[in-house]
């Protein structure tokens, strides 16, 4: 399956939200959905499935309309939406029911995840008794409800402890495993990397970058070294740096230098200038950055 998100706009009285906003998903890879808080994240997923119009532009599911209520889909909105005062098997069973399945099936898919998240304790008891942490796990434990072919999950990470988010991440993976469609919105860059094939970044409702992770950390790490000095001293490897090549940009990050070197020739002449100079370097190769350094740089980009 493709899920192509095409040029879509949304405004809230004189204000539009989504400036024209595009990207894919696809069937087997998880792409994750990341900005800060107020980015459009969570009003682009609400379009998607329907609970707010778009103003213009579409959602294609392998080149046809996309009827999020044709479809077996996993949703994990931003706000949760389960009944405090109600027990948990009760109206996992229940909300089963609501997708379609019969009281056995549905209670059969309750119990499973109910033994899935080792919430076996609490089946009987009412939401509002539980940790935020197992509410949270209650809260996902629907979103997987009925075997879905897609999962639209919005900040699933949030309430998490790091155990838990662990099982959640080994779960996505056996979905992505499966052929599912996988597509989350986060905040959290660390989680979205350990887990995601593909991400898209939006800021202020405009799409930043969308695209294969690797691909995209290759190409902004791309001419950039990582140089660490044995003693540490970054300071002084910088200040010799400069004067013997000045049209170097160079930064310093946790302990090492990053710099930019513009292509190959100037890799293979920093090289043969740490041989003749003999500082010894914990670290010489090429610069990989992380997620979060990259949206980092794309969001100044925009200042």
Not at 14 to 23: A, N, P, T, W
Not at 101 to 128: C, M, P, Q, V
């Amino acid at each position: 399956m493709k899920l192509e998100v095409k040029d879509i706009k949304k405004s809230f009285g004189e204000k539009e939200i989504l400036h024209g906003v595009s990207f894919e998903v696809v069937s087997g890879r998880a792409m994750g959905f990341l900005g800060r808080n107020g980015a459009g994240k969570s009003t682009t997923i609400r379009c998607l499935m329907d609970v707010f119009r778009q103003d213009s532009g579409q959602f294609l599911l392998d080149g046809q309309p996309f009827r999020p209520w044709e479809m077996r889909i996993g949703y994990l909105p931003e706000e949760r939406g389960m009944y405090q005062k109600n027990d948990v098997l009760g109206q996992l069973t229940y909300f089963a029911m609501l997708r379609g399945a019969n009281r056995a099936d549905a209670a059969r898919t309750a119990h499973y995840w109910i033994d899935y998240f080792s919430l076996g304790d609490f089946k009987k008891k009412k939401l509002e008794t539980l940790s935020k942490g197992n509410q949270q796990k209650i809260q996902i434990a629907q979103s997987f409800l009925n075997e879905p072919d897609i999962l639209i999950l919005d900040e699933p990470f949030s309430g998490l402890d790091p155990v838990n988010a662990q099982v959640f991440k080994d779960t996505i993976a056996q979905f992505v495993k499966e052929g599912k469609l996988v597509i989350f919105s986060s905040h959290q860059m660390s989680y979205v990397e350990e887990v995601c094939d593909d991400v898209t970044l939006i800021h202020e409702g405009n799409i930043l970058l969308t695209g294969d992770l690797k691909q995209i950390k290759q190409a902004e790490g791309r001419d950039k070294l990582l140089i660490t000095p044995m003693n540490g001293e970054l300071g002084a490897l910088q200040d010799k740096l400069t004067a013997a090549f000045p049209t170097l940009v160079i930064t310093q990050d946790r302990g090492s230098l990053i710099v930019d070197t513009q292509g190959k020739a100037m890799q293979a002449e920093l090289l043969s200038w740490f041989a003749q100079d003999g500082t010894a370097l914990r670290r010489f190769g090429l610069y990989e950055p992380s997620l979060a350094d990259i949206f980092i740089q794309k969001v100044g980009e925009t200042a």
